[in-house]
């Protein structure tokens, strides 16, 4: 199932985030954000760090595209 994080990173655009701060802020590991530029699969606690530290909900920051698209 391809996952896409495109939401996630305008998101971090539009608050003036990078990824150095957002995994300083959030406390994830560098392997989970390595994952989250190549839209792989991560753990929800991950997903649910982002969330609480951007004031978002999953659907913000990660969409679920068809299987075609893969």
């Known amino acids: 199932m ?6 996630l990173w305008k998101l971090m ?10 995994r300083t ?3 994830i ?3 989970a954000m390595a994952k989250l530029g190549k ?5 929800v ?3 649910v760090k982002i969330c609480n530290c951007l004031d978002c909900t999953m659907d913000e920051i ?9």
């Open 2 to 7: 391809p996952i896409s994080y495109n939401r």
């Open 13 to 22: 655009i539009d608050k003036n985030i990078n990824k150095t701060k957002l």
């Open 25 to 27: 802020l959030t406390g």
């Open 29 to 31: 590991s560098s392997n």
């Open 39 to 43: 839209n792989e699969s991560v753990q």
């Open 45 to 47: 606690e991950v997903l």
């Open 62 to 70: 990660m969409e679920v595209l068809p299987k075609e698209a893969e």
